[in-house]
C-alpha cells in the first residue's frame, strides 16, 4: 500500500469512526445542542470536539495496540486539562432542562 492509499484508508476511517460516534451522541444530546442554554450547547460541540479527536487518534494509531491508543487519548485529555481548567467548570443552568429530562 502506497503512502497515498494510506492516506486516504486514514481518512476514510477517520470519516466513518466519527460518523458512527456521532450519530449516536447527537441521538442523545440534540435538544442540548439545538437548546438556548449556550453553556449546555458548548458542552455538546465540546464533546463533538473530543469525538473527533478519538476517532482521529484511533484511525491514526491502527498499528498501536487499543491499551496504547486510550493511554494516547488520555495522555491529551489529561493535558489539556492542565491547560484549560475553567473548559471542565461550565456552570450548568438549571432553569432549562436536561434533553434527558
Known amino acids: ?9 486514514t481518512i476514510e476511517n477517520r470519516v466513518y ?6 450519530a449516536a451522541f447527537l441521538e442523545k444530546a440534540s435538544a442540548d445542542l439545538a437548546g438556548k442554554n449556550p453553556a449546555r450547547r458548548a458542552r455538546v460541540i465540546r464533546a463533538l470536539a473530543d469525538l473527533a479527536f478519538v476517532s482521529c487518534a484511533v484511525a491514526d494509531t ?6 496504547a491508543v486510550r493511554k ?3 495522555n491529551a485529555v ?5 491547560l484549560e481548567p475553567e473548559a471542565a467548570s461550565l456552570d450548568d443552568d438549571e432553569d432549562e432542562p436536561h434533553a434527558e429530562d
Open 1 to 9: 500500500m502506497g503512502k497515498s492509499d494510506k492516506t486516504e484508508a
Open 17 to 22: 469512526l466519527f460518523e458512527s460516534l456521532a
Open 62 to 67: 491502527s498499528e498501536l495496540s487499543p491499551k
Open 72 to 74: 494516547k487519548v488520555m
Open 78 to 82: 489529561e493535558l489539556e486539562e492542565l
